[in-house]
């Protein structure tokens, strides 16, 4: 392994994309090149010359896009490392030494992703406020799923699977899942310790109406890919979020 390619998708985040470029940036990996890719979508707040000015992303490409996963897509097409992982605009890695664990566990075994633990924190106070335990790979009929934005798959997995399905607004992340980590049963290795730190708020919570459109999309989820979850699956998804998040 050479290479680990990590996406950031923005727009008008000129409050909090400092920080996640420098949490790149202060990334200690031995014999490995860390390529960050930053996807803007014609931010119009001086996200895209604060970028500029860190001279710290290998590819920056700023228009505008069809939404949160279209732009992941287009981040994909530009990744050339040998695991891919996304990092969002308002989150941060944990510590200086995220990357490096992760590819260790990823020499140490068969994994074709590695996924660990993370943290909410309050974006006023700057307190945690919840930790996610993601424990060890479960099942997704009972509601099981790694965190998102703690998940580094190789590249390979998304050549074989391709991207995120454009046709969901709310779940695309479940649904590539789904299509890829479940349906093919591929290995996974669980690191436990805290990889990500991310601000409250999120796209699918962001209100109940929100909330009802993922659970339909989480359902949807499963059909497109000609799986019969069980009757309580996708009661069960944000059921287990709840739980993991542990004060």
């Known amino acids: 392994m050479s290479k680990v390619s990590i996406i950031t998708v923005c727009y008008n985040a000129s409050d909090v994309i400092s920080k996640c470029l420098h949490s790149v940036q202060e990334q200690v990996v031995d014999h490995v090149t860390v390529e960050h890719i930053v996807i803007d979508g014609g931010s119009n707040d001086g996200t895209l010359e604060i970028v500029q000015a860190h001279n710290s992303p290998d590819h920056l490409v700023s228009e505008k896009d069809n ?35 992760v590819v260790s566990a990823f020499k140490t075994s068969n994994a074709q992703a590695v996924f660990g633990d ?38 390979s997995v998304f050549e074989q ?34 990889l990500v730190k991310m601000r409250a708020g999120g796209l699918s919570n962001a209100s109940l109406r929100n909330r009802l459109k993922a659970h339909f999309e989480d359902y949807s989820a499963w059909k497109v890919n000609g799986k019969t979850p069980y009757p309580w699956t996708v009661f069960l998804k944000p059921l287990r979020k709840i739980t993991q998040f542990i004060k």
């Open 67 to 101: 939404g949160l996963y279209d732009a992941m897509n287009k981040g994909l097409g530009k990744a050339t490392g040998d695991v891919i992982g996304f990092l969002n605009s308002d989150d941060v890695y944990a510590d200086p030494n995220v990357i490096s664990d």
């Open 161 to 194: 699977h391709g991207g995120f399905n454009l046709k969901f607004k709310f779940a695309a992340d479940y649904e590539w899942m789904i299509r890829s980590l479940y349906t093919e049963n591929l290995a996974l290795t669980y690191l436990p310790k805290t």
């Open 118 to 155: 993370l943290v909410v924190f309050d974006p006023k106070e700057g307190h945690i406020v919840r930790r996610w335990k993601a424990g060890p790979e479960g099942d997704f009929k009972n509601g099981w799923m790694p965190p998102h934005p703690s998940l580094f798959v190789r590249k």
